[in-house]
């Protein structure tokens, strides 16, 4: 089973634009439903894994779709906490190439307060990440589980997902996350949130550090560019994008978690320091592939299994 712990929120995502002599020029704003790990939970799922969310969601409309929507795709919901606090939400702005940027609204809300369930006995792998990992009291219980459930000889995995502006002190959290950096089997995260938590240094040479550190393999996802991986021999591996029509990249990198969870799954795969570069992009071909779909189309949208194989 795969665990994932961290946040579901709605994620308001700019629609058509409203009257200009009333609205001063202002978009609709939409709903989409989404989260970091909300959405790598999602997209394991669809592509057949048997995956699991860890969190706690609020029990206005927000957190009812959001329940229903798990349960619509398959994931299993029994470590659902539930609370009668809001539901986060981040207000996301578009730039012209379609890469989002993202306002939160995280006072009093219901994923901050996630309780620790104890050792999860049918976890094979636990995925955390994103705010779940920023905003406490709910940050330091997934660092304990982080820290226990790799000892249990869990596969753990983590995408920081840098949202800065929540962060208030940088230098702290560079340091929160190298000391992760030994209960980490699988890191994945864009070259920009890299660069960012190496200080500026270059995104690859920030990976062999971490690779070194501890981690068994680091995944970067680089946008049009593709993605790569560093081994725990310290080897680069690549693989292109798939081209497609991009209409947002919201989940992009979510997706990519999640598909990259289920191949690992489904070759029984838990230990990274046993594959090799072609192995690799073997694995990182299937999440660029998933990943092009969502990119296809508006909000996070991870593909099932079918669309994988239908897709050209």
């Known amino acids: 089973m795969i665990v994932v712990g961290g946040e579901a929120l709605v994620d308001l995502v700019p629609g058509e634009p409203l009257d200009s002599t009333v609205d ?11 989260g970091g790990p909300y959405n790598v939970a999602l997209a394991a799922a669809r592509l057949g894994a048997p995956s699991a969310f860890l969190s706690r969601v609020s029990d206005d409309r927000f957190g009812q779709a959001l329940l229903k929507r798990l349960h619509e795709s398959g994931v299993d919901t029994a470590l659902v906490q539930r609370g009668a606090e809001p539901t986060t939400l981040a207000v996301v702005a578009l730039d012209e190439k379609g890469s989002a940027h993202y306002t939160f609204y995280t006072e009093g809300t219901a994923d901050r307060l996630v309780a620790d369930p104890g050792p999860l006995e049918d976890a094979t792998m636990l995925c955390l990440g994103t705010l779940g990992m920023v905003l406490e009291p709910g940050a330091s219980v997934y660092e304990t589980m982080l820290r226990r459930e790799s000892a249990r000889g869990v596969l753990t995995a983590l995408d920081p997902n840098i949202r800065a502006a929540l962060i208030g002190d940088a230098d702290a959290y560079r340091a929160r996350f190298a000391a992760w950096l030994p209960y980490v089997r699988l890191l994945k995260l864009s070259d920009d949130d890299a660069e960012w938590l190496a200080g500026g240094k270059d995104a690859v040479e920030a990976a062999k550090e ?3 550190a501890g981690v068994d393999a680091v995944v970067l996802t680089r946008g049009a560019d593709g993605l790569a991986v560093i081994t725990a021999e310290g080897e680069l591996a690549e693989v292109p994008a798939e081209r497609v029509a991009v209409v947002d990249t919201i989940g992009a990198g979510d997706t990519v978690q999640g598909a990259l969870l289920t191949y690992l799954h489904e070759r029984g795969i838990r230990d990274l320091t046993k594959m090799d570069a072609e192995m690799w992009r073997a694995a990182l071909a ?9 990119v296809s189309r508006s909000g996070a949208e991870p593909p099932t299994a079918e669309e994988m194989v239908s897709a050209v």
């Open 210 to 212: 971490w690779v070194a």
């Open 24 to 34: 001063g020029g202002l978009r609709a704003l939409l709903p989409r439903l989404g």
């Open 286 to 294: 299937f999440a660029a592939k998933a990943a092009s779909i969502t």
